[in-house]
């Protein structure tokens, strides 16, 4: 018997909230100024694309909760791929997927994060608790510098593992707001850096998508020789228009989600 959806977001919030206190901070401000519940427009998941960690291992957890493989994009300069899923339920959040195609990376990088998965046994992979289980490997400051060098991706994957990266507020939901700009000035107004990768707001109403999102948190990590304070996860905020059927945009938008990736670099 696998855990319902809601326990796993729940747990996936749960864990997602230790490392990112700004979205709890955010969620008390919406909630303050809304005196609503939050609705999540989506959350999403990074991996190597090696087993047995590869994306349709994270992707099983949810097609076993009644998800459906939607759509697919390519970020050929940051060398990853990923997917998108729905459930039929509108109230499910999307699940947005990467993962790093390590082939296309150096020999260096290819043996360190063999090294790391080499580990990870398939049945840590199909346990309830994966999606937010974490780093299963002991890792050291400096190859995370070194994998930072070559990839943020990689590097942040490597420091944390497997947990939702960011939750995203549906803009949509909220009764207050009305526009993306307007919950960037809000976030500013309160101190957060708002993502300026390729602007503000990312997309347009012609996408059928807007989105922003927070500059990922800094945390102390407890790495294997040494504490340091690196990039954890960001919150992101979205807001969807009708396609001319009426329904509302339920995709991604590749230009925009490649920006999004940069919530979590490390020199901004
Ligand atoms: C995913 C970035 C893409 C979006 O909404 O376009 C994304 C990530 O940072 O892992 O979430
Ligand atoms: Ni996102």
Redesign the pocket.
């Known amino acids: 018997m696998h855990t319902d959806r809601n326990t796993l977001f729940e747990n996936l919030w749960a864990n997602y909230q230790n490392v990112t206190p700004s979205a709890v901070q955010v969620h008390r401000i919406l909630g303050a100024e809304e005196d609503q519940t939050i609705i999540n427009d989506?959350i999403?998941l990074?991996t190597f694309n090696l087993q047995p960690v590869g994306l349709d291992a994270l992707a099983e957890h949810f097609l076993g909760l009644g998800y459906r493989e939607r759509g697919e994009y390519h970020f050929k300069a940051k060398k990853l791929y990923?997917r998108h899923y729905e459930h039929p339920d509108p109230e499910a959040p999307r699940v947005?997927i990467?993962e790093l195609l390590t082939e296309q990376c150096s020999p260096e990088l290819q043996s360190v994060v063999k090294t790391l998965v080499e580990g990870v046994t398939e049945e840590s992979v199909a346990a309830d608790n994966f999606l937010y289980s974490g780093r299963h490997w002991s890792l050291d400051y400096d190859t995370y510098r070194k994998l930072l060098d070559e990839s943020e991706y990689a590097a942040w994957l490597a420091a944390w593992g497997f947990r939702a990266?960011?939750f995203?507020v549906s803009v949509n939901h909220l009764h207050n707001f009305e526009t993306v700009a307007d919950i960037n000035q809000l976030l500013k107004d309160n101190g957060f850096k708002v993502n300026g990768s390729g602007g503000e707001v990312k997309g347009s109403p012609e996408d059928l998508l807007e989105?922003s999102s927070t500059m990922a948190d800094r945390v102390p990590v407890q790495f294997s020789d040494q504490e340091a304070t690196i990039p954890s996860c960001f919150y992101?905020f979205?807001l969807r228009y009708p396609k001319p059927d009426g329904s509302l945009y339920n995709g991604?938008?590749a230009a925009?989600?490649d920006k999004?990736?940069e919530?979590?670099n490390a020199g901004m």
């Open positions: 989506h999403a990074r990923a947005f990467s990266n960011h995203t989105q992101e979205a991604f938008v925009s989600a999004i990736f919530s979590t």
